[in-house]
């Protein structure tokens, strides 16, 4: 689907956000997941253009969508929906904390002073939520909900509110998920799994990427989505990646297999490539772990680059030195500043999964994945597409060139030992000639 920009804010407009939450409320109600939509409200906004004047207006809400874009994930849908009046939907919510969480992502941002010619102003939102299907099922409604809340914010002097009637009971839910992640290591509920990265020229398994799983004893499986950001917002991030690359590198160090290398890529956040002691944290794991027969590979995203860009290619160039690669993994979600690329200091590109998945059905999405295998080769980056689901999308990606798939078409992530197993029946097939696999 195409959006429709906001000139101004180059969000989605009004109407294009509309349509976008409501294929994704008729997507919820498909699948039996939640979601969140929330209305966001530049407080004093006429006040702020009468002191400063128009320019300064736009440009406000101009930053402000920025800080949205930062607060919204590859899935989730944000638009300006008004003057001075922003939409964002949440996807793939475990409950109402989650979007809770949102709000205080974006007040932290905000927490900066917003600075344009000589005036400099604090800028304070206000915050109407509501879930679906808790509050409504239906995206008109839901949408009416999230206004109503905004109002009752407003007219509260609350900074967000759920709507009051038929709150869900999971609203404290994820200040219970902060305080149980944080003994999940200890009690062995952490686990790595790993889905393989398959070579398109030659069907062959070129590594894994690792993902943390969390099968907690209270609340079952828990996505990466939910408990991941959790991790990230109270700091738990670090311990949790420091083990995850400890445990990635151990355990592909015992898979046996016919080929000469194999790599295993662990997701690091943004917020610890700008810190100076990962080199120290890889090197450490590197001389506890590392073979000859791994290689090592971080997924960072786009905006691990773009905060302090200085800072983070002098520490990833450092990185690189110890021979591990690095990846830009959601490419495509983010700012794609073209600039970066022509120092970048990394050796892959994957193309983010919602272009993949649409590639098919949607021609905006095939070309923009075409040019970006173009840009990721002329600038020497191997190109990985993850969310390879089925094998016209696989045949669609090698025909553009495509160098590396990931995707449910060749497993899902597996247990090491398990990825063992697949190593080893795909080493098998490999030798029998002329095998089409997915
Ligand atoms: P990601 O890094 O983009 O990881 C790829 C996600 O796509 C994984 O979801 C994977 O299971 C899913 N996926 C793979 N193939 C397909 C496919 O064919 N179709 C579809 N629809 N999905 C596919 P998962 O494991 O739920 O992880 C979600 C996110 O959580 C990851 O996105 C990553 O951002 C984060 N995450 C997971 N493990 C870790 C970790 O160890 N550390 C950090 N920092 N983040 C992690
Ligand atoms: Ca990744
Ligand atoms: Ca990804």
Redesign the pocket.
């Known amino acids: 689907m195409t959006v429709i920009e906001d000139e101004l804010t180059r969000l989605a407009n009004r109407r294009s956000f509309l349509l976008s939450l409501q294929r994704h409320v008729l997507l919820v109600n498909e699948r039996k997941v939640n979601l969140g939509l929330l209305v966001i409200d530049v407080d004093s906004f006429a006040m702020i253009n009468n002191a400063h004047g128009f320019a300064f207006g736009d440009r406000l809400l101009q930053h402000l969508a920025q800080q949205l874009r930062k607060v919204a994930r ?1 899935h989730d849908a944000v638009g300006r929906i008004g003057d001075n009046r922003f939409g964002l939907v949440l996807t793939g919510l475990m409950n109402g904390g989650h979007a809770e969480l949102a709000v205080h992502k974006l007040q932290r941002l905000l927490d900066t002073p917003f600075e344009h010619g000589n005036a400099k102003v604090k800028i304070s939102v206000s915050v109407g939520i509501a879930l679906c299907p808790q509050h409504a099922s239906q995206s008109d409604h839901l949408l009416r909900r999230a206004e109503r809340s905004l109002a009752t914010a407003r007219a509260t002097g609350q900074k967000y509110m759920f709507p009051t009637d038929g709150v869900d009971d999971a609203l404290s839910d994820l200040w219970d998920i902060e305080i149980e992640l944080d003994s999940a290591n200890a009690l062995g509920e952490l686990a ?2 790993y ?1 393989p990265k398959v070579s398109m020229h030659d069907l062959r398994p070129v590594g894994a ?5 969390w099968r907690s004893s209270t609340r079952g499986n828990v ?3 939910v408990f ?1 950001p959790v ?2 917002k109270t700091g738990q ?1 670090k311990k ?2 420091a083990w ?1 690359i400890n445990t990635a590198l151990r355990h592909a160090s015992e898979w046996v297999h016919p080929w000469e290398t194999l790599s295993v890529a ?4 943004a917020e610890m490539v700008v810190q100076y002691d990962l080199p120290d944290l890889i090197e450490n794991a590197l001389s506890l772990w590392g073979r000859p027969q791994v290689g090592l590979v971080l ?1 960072i995203t786009e905006r691990s680059l773009i905060g302090d860009p200085k800072q983070s290619f002098r520490i990833l160039s450092q990185i690189r030195e110890m021979g591990v690669k690095i990846s830009i ?2 490419f495509g979600t983010g700012y794609s500043c073209l600039a970066y690329f022509k120092n970048i200091p990394a050796d892959e590109l ?1 193309i ?2 919602s272009f993949i ?1 649409s590639l098919i059905e949607d021609s905006a999405s095939a070309e923009i994945t075409s040019l970006i295998i173009d840009l990721a080769h002329r600038f020497n980056l191997t190109v990985v597409a ?4 089925d094998e016209l999308t696989f045949d669609a990606l090698r025909s553009r060139g495509c160098d590396v798939a ?4 060749f497993s ?2 597996l247990s090491s030992t398990d990825f063992g197993q697949w190593l080893k029946q795909r080493g098998k097939r490999g030798q029998e000639s002329g095998v089409r696999v997915p």
């Not at 662990?266 to 956040?269: I, Y």
């Not at 990931?406 to 078409?409: A, I, N, P, S, T």
């Open positions: 590859s790595m799994h889905q990427e690792a993902l943390m799983r996505s990466p989505d991941i991790a990230e991030i949790l990646t995850a662990v997701n690091v956040p997924e993994d959601d994957k983010d999964k998945a993850e969310g390879v689901e990931q995707g449910f078409l899902k992530a």
